[in-house]
């Protein structure tokens, strides 16, 4: 069996490498211009979310879980999991009452996601007793299960460990009788990870695909002199987060631009302004030297579910998206689930939750 895999952001670079596993043949093509995970924040924090969702709840706290399968896997095939750190997290909030009502969403949830840990509040003294520079007022929620995900480092060991044959190169797909052409070579099986491209790949097969793009920014600085590695992530109220990475490096961000459909210029007017709003959290920062500004486009459907399992209407044709914002939560749970479902093993989460015909329709069908 062949199969090729379009798209190497967390989708498809986990389904490779659990397809490879299954000593199949994989062909990974990608071409990473926009990729939302390369460019995403990455913090893994799902339980303080409001969404009313409960099929999109369960995929991310089962997503958050996953994690700690996915490092294990990657480690004893001999591969570095430096990509995923717990560091917990620091929530804030404006509003007191908020923060009250956000804590007893958290502590209801923990009896099933025991991954949350210590959940408790801080006040702003014991929050610096954590992280030295941490400049922010007021009381906090500080969840010590939260985690950080570099998103690019995760897709390259992944790719590493599944061993595929990658090509970097932006690809269509033919349907030739119950085969598929890709870049001039035959599969019988075709996943389709494309992100925010889905409709774009599928529009010529026939498809009308309900995913819209979402351009998001943020900006990674260097803190000299900082073991930033093993500071909390800060979420405080308002569009961006703070995100510690290791080596100095602190990631600022990020934004939600609905009207840009697949622009990646960088608005430096909007990342200067979350840096000055970042200094009253992360004292640090003031002096921070500007590594890089990264710029990815998110996919959400209309109603913000993530989809993903079989294109009934196309044989052997796979499809995932609608990750949105939260992507790098849930996007390892559904690449495992897609590997399961084209090799025939058993799938974490129910595919038939998660439909693909709800936003993905046959031109003459409508
Ligand atoms: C700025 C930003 C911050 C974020 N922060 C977080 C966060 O903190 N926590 C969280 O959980 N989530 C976060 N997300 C969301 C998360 O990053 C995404 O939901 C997730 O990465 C989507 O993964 P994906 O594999 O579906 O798509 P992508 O990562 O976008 O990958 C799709 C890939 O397919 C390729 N492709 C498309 N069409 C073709 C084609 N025709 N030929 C070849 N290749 C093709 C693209 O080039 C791309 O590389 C963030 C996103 C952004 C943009």
Request: charged share 25%; with cysteine.
């Amino acid at each position: 069996m062949r199969v090729a895999i379009i798209g190497a952001g967390i989708v498809g670079s986990t389904c490779a490498y659990y397809l490879s596993k299954e000593k199949i043949n994989i062909t990974v093509f990608d071409h990473g211009e926009g990729q939302a995970t390369k460019a995403s924040a990455g913090i893994i924090c799902p339980w303080f979310s409001k969404r009313r969702n409960k099929a999109w709840y369960k995929m991310a706290r089962l997503g958050a879980d996953f994690y700690s399968k996915l490092v294990e896997d990657l480690e004893n095939d001999g591969y570095a999991s430096d990509f995923y750190k717990k560091t917990g997290v620091f929530l804030l909030k404006n509003d007191e009452s908020k923060l009250e009502d956000l804590y007893d969403i958290a502590k209801a949830r923990r009896e099933e996601s025991t991954l949350i840990g210590d959940l408790k509040f801080l006040s702003a003294h014991e929050a610096r007793e954590r992280m030295a520079d941490f400049s922010g007022a007021g009381r906090l929620i500080f969840a010590e299960g939260a985690a950080r995900v570099d998103g690019q480092k995760l897709v390259d060991n992944l790719l590493a460990a599944a061993k595929v044959n990658r090509i970097s190169k932006k690809v269509d797909i033919k349907k030739l009788g119950h085969a598929y052409e890709i870049d001039g070579q035959i599969f019988d099986k075709v996943i389709l990870a494309t992100g925010a491209w889905l409709g774009q790949i599928l529009e010529p097969l026939g498809y009308e695909v309900d995913v819209r793009p979402q351009k998001g920014q943020l900006r990674d600085y260097i803190i000299a002199d900082k073991n930033t590695g093993d500071y909390p992530v800060i979420m405080p109220e308002g569009e961006f987060d703070i995100i510690p990475f290791s080596d100095g490096r602190v990631s600022v961000g990020a934004s939600h631009e609905n009207e840009m459909a697949y622009d990646l210029s960088v608005d430096n007017d909007l990342l200067d302004s979350y840096r000055r709003e970042s200094e009253q959290y992360l004292l640090s920062l003031k002096n921070a030297k500007i590594a890089k500004a990264r710029v990815g486009i998110r996919a959400y459907t209309s109603d913000y579910s993530p989809f993903y399992g079989q294109l009934e209407t196309l044989e052997n044709v796979y499809v995932a998206s609608g990750l949105g914002s939260s992507g790098l939560t849930t996007g390892t749970i559904i690449g495992y689930d897609l590997a399961m479902l084209l090799s025939g093993n058993e799938t974490i989460l129910n595919p038939s939750d998660y439909p693909v015909d709800r936003y993905v329709k046959k031109k003459d069908s409508l």
